[in-house]
């Protein structure tokens, strides 16, 4: 995920209350715990997507994932390095979309809003398809119905989220730790082993259908940087930290880069020593951990760990885009609908809306992580390069002492996430890069149109000007009525109550009905006129919405009163003719008067 | 279908004017056309249930089809009989929930309409269904559809209803003249040749699991008795003859009879003399055709009017029952929604329930004609036992001359109906006859308590009643407003008109906002007064409802005006939040003020 946590910031997930001090903020453990499950877990699907490109040139061509993981973790460091920078500038956090609407200007902070959206969408689909994988290495019965599994996954975490549980940074220490020596022990025990110790999976024969070329590496190269996203999120976290606020969140950065970076390289060493190739039913992790434990019940632990974070770095993304959502809705990009609380303290159209895409795309590509590899990496390398340009332009603004070497620094990474961002989008292009490619200005023209509408809409609203006083005018109220019973009692009280003049409405298409309505009407004598509008072919509504149009304006406030019969069981309801419901909608939607529903309760 | 067109007499289907006195009116022989499709189309599924029942007694038994007929015809001569006697009583048609409301009750009626539902709604799915084995026979590649096939017809039939088509009974005399002739046809070139002249369909093993005993062939005669369906359509239908209106009918009803009779006739006796038993992928009928007339274009020219006919048929249901669900709605035992007809004369509720309704049976069934033939027959005896035991009451009470003859050929019918009925319902009550009997006493349940419902509302409502004249009294309006804006300066001004007081209630979560806005309040100074809820959770609806229950009550009439913002596009719709929507709905559930809706236009 490109910018992270970013806007998590906004919504602490360790509640802080008044006079609690610093108790309730993270420690550098802690901090890892809360914000680094993202960038851990992708270790789950970056080999793997290194080693499915390059088996396509043979097995042979396997041996190039240790210097193509070399490379990637190269890039690591500089990011790391980078992002402790990013930390000691912006203690605030912020996120990109807020940095770059501060500080690069409108475009940018569109451009890095669409590609945020698409990043959270995209951490929870990766995260829930590798997590599904990995579940069904674990349990062979799963591994023909992934896609069935990412959706019930999907489901628990979207009822978790509308629910709003409040998450505690440490509630997840137990299974950040358990992942991390997991990871670790496969590492370890992997080489302290001369062989595997158990290999799981079925082979599947290897066409070779491409030669070893710059071509393939640079594919393989681009492909494993999926392992890279998430680090930047502590950098958009450091609110979050106990103080010394930026040395805690900067030492955070620095495990979190040290653990990822033996992690891969480990794993990297492993599949090379043991030529790992990809096996139908399992993932090249769990024939790591196979390797390294055996298949007792360290396999199926270190399994079920790796689906618990992977579904916990999904979570993330719950925490992030529904919060992102209701940004642009306070800013008129996105309908004010998503930045609606009920009562909950939950964004629940956000929590929806981010579900509903993410199982959208998990059904386009059947759950299979590989597919969406290529639009995952695209947006990652998108965020690096902006917050690294943003740096940057700091550093050369600013120039406090040693900014030189320290813009050099955010320079080569920004080269570096550039070069690795165009290698993806021209290698990965036919294979989904180009959905990224459309989504972002499609979202982008989405944003801009939503905020046009809202400028015209607050133009014409008088927003935040003080409008002229109302004017005080007299008042029809139209009754629409169909015979003369309790409820025309009460309708015309009530509107007797409410308009200065009142008439009485009824449309009839026999003219007997009429004749003996006009009588009962004259016996009545309530006191108010009666209009009968014939309609020969039977239709209630229409003749009354002429009518009331015939009636509008002249000044007059026009009010129709329709009256509602509204049985007190449910099940009756529909025993009521909805035709008042109807003229309701239809005369707000074809006239401009005031609609008012008068209900009448019965006791059945 | 048990009392067949009965409620069509209340439409006729010949559109009569004003001065044009008889012409409009029916022959005999467009009689036959207008009212006996529905009987004489039942030949495409009566003889091939007789003959699917036998065949499991081995190919030997299906011999047994021509006495069976014998009796079945035996049986349709004496309805015939009875019905020209109905015919001579009943010249007012009326059907047979008229009938039965008149002269035998409350619980008979409600019964008559629970069978007359259910049949017409069999009659759709049986004709439907033997129309889509029809053109299966004809076109093989349909025959693995058929569900699909009985479907579509089915679209169809609810759209041409829906858009509510004028039907003549001159546009059915060409197609009921084709079947006419080519049943006939089929009969005679049948009985002319001495072996068939093709024979059709994949023959398929038949397995004798049955002895040819008593009960075999009750089971096939009461199966063969679908073929009785229909001719009680003409006795309902009288008014829509040209006088001398009862002879022609009852020429009429004769004329069905013998048709009826000779086709089953001569169909029975070519299946036993050229064994024809049944075969996968065409129908009985199909193979007669095949027999007679060889697989030329006669054969598909036969197999295209017999589905034709059969949808015809469907379609008389199709101005049945909603003419039917329309009078228990007059009647207050169905909801009255199904009385409504809109600019179109069409009782559109009726259709849709009607084609739901058959969708469902159809889908349960699989399309599969044989497997509706218990169910159907069930209610046909129903019918005709109900209408014949209410000639004899009627020969008993008036006693005119001859009528203990007449009693007797009434009550022979009811006698011999009651017969066939218990047969039918005793072999076939596990095969689906027991559908019917929950479903009768379910509707019976239905219409009761509809009925009952109308009843305490009606009373409640003081319906029929000249009730207390209405009061006067004072009104206050409440508006609920977010900020000071145009939008409140509308609301004001209508709420002015219309209300004796009028006070603005804005519910604010954050303690600054709220100040604001009364300092903004302030120097508008709108001369309302302003109240500000404080909603610390963030809920908008909550606190406006319990601040207006707060005020309800104490003699005013209390009314809340809710503004809203409407874009002139509706694709804008969603960007205005919906929260008005909602206010309004909760405020209708759960107070009894009236709530109005004022629309505020944007030009976007």
């Given at each position: 995920m490109?910018?992270?946590?970013?806007?998590?910031?906004?919504r602490?997930?360790?509640?802080?209350?008044?006079g609690?001090?610093?108790k309730?903020?993270?420690?550098?453990?802690?901090?890892?715990?809360?914000l680094?499950?993202?960038?851990?877990?992708?270790?789950?699907?970056?080999?793997?997507?290194?080693?499915?490109v390059l088996?396509?040139?043979?097995?042979?061509?396997?041996?190039?994932?240790?210097p193509?993981?070399?490379?990637?973790t190269?890039?690591?460091?500089?990011?790391?390095?980078?992002?402790?920078q990013?930390?000691?500038?912006?203690?605030?956090?912020?996120?990109?979309?807020?940095?770059?609407?501060?500080?690069?200007?409108?475009?940018?902070?569109?451009?890095?809003?669409?590609s945020?959206?698409?990043?959270?969408?995209?951490?929870?689909?990766?995260?829930?398809?590798?997590?599904?994988?990995?579940?069904?290495s674990?349990?062979?019965?799963?591994?023909?119905?992934?896609?069935?599994?990412?959706?019930v996954?999907?489901?628990?975490?979207?009822?978790v989220n509308?629910?709003?549980?409040?998450?505690?940074?440490?509630?997840?220490?137990?299974?950040?730790?358990?992942?991390?020596?997991?990871?670790?022990?496969?590492?370890?025990?992997?080489?302290?082993?001369?062989?595997?110790?158990?290999?799981?999976?079925?082979?599947?024969?290897?066409?070779?259908?491409?030669?070893?070329?710059?071509?393939?590496?640079?594919k393989?190269?681009?492909?494993g940087?999926?392992?890279?996203?998430?680090?930047?999120?502590?950098?958009?976290?450091v609110?979050?930290?106990?103080?010394?606020?930026?040395?805690?969140?900067?030492?955070?950065?620095?495990?979190?880069?040290?653990?990822?970076?033996?992690?891969?390289?480990?794993?990297?060493?492993?599949?090379?020593?043991?030529?790992?190739?990809?096996?139908?039913?399992?993932?090249?992790?769990?024939?790591?951990?196979?390797?390294?434990?055996?298949t007792?019940?360290?396999?199926?632990?270190?399994?079920?760990?790796?689906?618990?974070?992977?579904?916990?770095?999904?979570?993330?993304?719950?925490?992030?885009?529904?919060?992102?959502?209701?940004?642009l809705?306070?800013?008129?990009?996105?309908?004010?609908?998503?930045?609606?609380r009920?009562?909950?303290?939950?964004?629940?159209?956000?929590?929806?809306?981010?579900?509903?895409?993410?199982?959208?795309?998990?059904?386009?590509?059947g759950?299979?992580?590989h597919?969406?590899?290529?639009?995952?990496?695209?947006?990652?390398?998108?965020?690096?390069?902006?917050s690294?340009?943003?740096?940057?332009?700091?550093?050369?603004?600013?120039?406090?002492?040693?900014?030189?070497?320290?813009?050099?620094?955010?320079?080569?990474?920004?080269?570096?996430?550039?070069?690795?961002?165009?290698?993806?989008?021209?290698?990965?292009?036919?294979?989904?890069?180009?959905?990224?490619?459309?989504?972002?200005?499609?979202?982008?023209?989405?944003?801009?149109?939503?905020?046009?509408?809202?400028?015209?809409?607050?133009?014409?609203?008088?927003?935040?000007?003080?409008?002229?006083?109302?004017?005080?005018?007299?008042?029809?109220?139209?009754?629409?009525?169909?015979?003369v019973?309790?409820?025309?009692?009460?309708?015309?009280?009530?509107?007797?109550?409410?308009?200065?003049?009142?008439?009485?409405?009824?449309?009839?298409?026999?003219?007997?009905?009429?004749?003996?309505?006009?009588?009962?009407?004259?016996?009545?004598?309530?006191?108010v006129?009666?209009?009968?509008?014939?309609?020969?072919?039977?239709s209630?509504?229409?003749?009354?919405?002429?009518?009331?149009r015939?009636?509008?304006?002249?000044?007059r406030?026009?009010?129709?009163?329709?009256?509602?019969?509204?049985?007190?069981?449910?099940?009756?309801?529909?025993?009521?003719?909805?035709?008042?419901?109807?003229?309701?909608?239809?005369?707000?939607?074809?006239t401009?008067?005031?609609?008012?529903?008068?209900?009448?309760?019965?006791?059945?």
């Amino acid at each position: 995920m490109a910018f992270g946590l970013a806007h998590r910031a906004l919504r602490p997930r360790v509640p802080l209350r008044h006079g609690e001090g610093d108790k309730h903020h993270l420690t550098s453990i802690e901090g890892l715990a809360a914000l680094s499950l993202d960038a851990l877990s992708s270790v789950a699907y970056g080999p793997e997507a290194i080693v499915v490109v390059l088996v396509a040139a043979g097995t042979g061509a396997l041996t190039a994932t240790l210097p193509i993981t070399v490379v990637i973790t190269i890039l690591l460091t500089v990011l790391v390095i980078s992002y402790r920078q990013v930390i000691a500038v912006h203690p605030d956090g912020g996120g990109a979309y807020a940095v770059a609407k501060k500080s690069l200007g409108q475009r940018v902070s569109l451009l890095a809003a669409a590609s945020l959206t698409i990043d959270y969408v995209l951490t929870v689909a990766v995260s829930l398809a590798a997590g599904a994988a990995s579940l069904a290495s674990a349990f062979p019965i799963l591994s023909s119905h992934l896609l069935a599994v990412c959706l019930v996954l999907l489901a628990l975490l979207t009822a978790v989220n509308l629910w709003g549980v409040a998450e505690s940074a440490r509630a997840l220490m137990l299974p950040t730790v358990l992942f991390i020596i997991s990871m670790l022990g496969i590492v370890v025990m992997g080489i302290l082993r001369s062989h595997p110790a158990a290999v799981v999976g079925a082979a599947h024969p290897v066409r070779t259908t491409e030669a070893l070329g710059v071509l393939l590496i640079l594919k393989a190269f681009s492909s494993g940087c999926s392992a890279l996203t998430g680090v930047e999120a502590i950098a958009n976290g450091v609110p979050m930290f106990r103080e010394p606020r930026i040395k805690r969140a900067q030492h955070t950065e620095l495990m979190l880069g040290m653990l990822l970076g033996m992690m891969l390289l480990g794993m990297a060493y492993l599949i090379r020593r043991d030529h790992v190739a990809p096996r139908d039913g399992v993932t090249v992790l769990a024939q790591l951990a196979a390797g390294s434990y055996g298949t007792g019940w360290e396999y199926y632990a270190t399994n079920l760990i790796i689906t618990l974070v992977l579904a916990l770095a999904a979570n993330t993304s719950f925490g992030g885009l529904p919060v992102l959502m209701s940004l642009l809705a306070r800013d008129d990009r996105l309908p004010h609908l998503f930045g609606l609380r009920a009562e909950r303290p939950v964004y629940r159209y956000g929590v929806v809306a981010l579900a509903l895409l993410s199982a959208l795309l998990l059904n386009a590509v059947g759950g299979e992580t590989h597919r969406l590899i290529p639009l995952f990496a695209i947006g990652v390398f998108t965020g690096f390069t902006i917050s690294q340009v943003g740096l940057v332009r700091h550093w050369a603004t600013e120039q406090p002492e040693g900014w030189l070497r320290r813009a050099m620094i955010n320079g080569l990474g920004a080269v570096l996430t550039t070069g690795a961002g165009l290698v993806l989008l021209t290698t990965k292009f036919l294979e989904g890069a180009w959905v990224v490619l459309v989504a972002v200005p499609l979202l982008m023209l989405l944003f801009t149109r939503v905020q046009r509408y809202y400028a015209t809409a607050g133009e014409e609203l008088g927003l935040g000007r003080i409008p002229p006083p109302p004017v005080r005018t007299m008042s029809l109220v139209i009754v629409p009525l169909g015979e003369v019973s309790r409820l025309a009692q009460r309708a015309l009280t009530a509107a007797l109550a409410l308009g200065d003049e009142v008439v009485a409405v009824s449309v009839q298409a026999e003219p007997e009905k009429a004749r003996a309505l006009q009588d009962t009407w004259e016996r009545w004598n309530p006191g108010v006129r009666l209009e009968i509008i014939d309609s020969p072919h039977r239709s209630l509504v229409q003749p009354m919405v002429a009518y009331v149009r015939r009636e509008a304006g002249g000044g007059r406030e026009i009010a129709v009163l329709i009256p509602e019969v509204e049985p007190r069981h449910r099940r009756y309801k529909m025993l009521q003719n909805q035709r008042g419901l109807l003229l309701a909608t239809v005369l707000r939607a074809r006239t401009d008067v005031v609609v008012c529903m008068m209900p009448y309760g019965l006791s059945v």
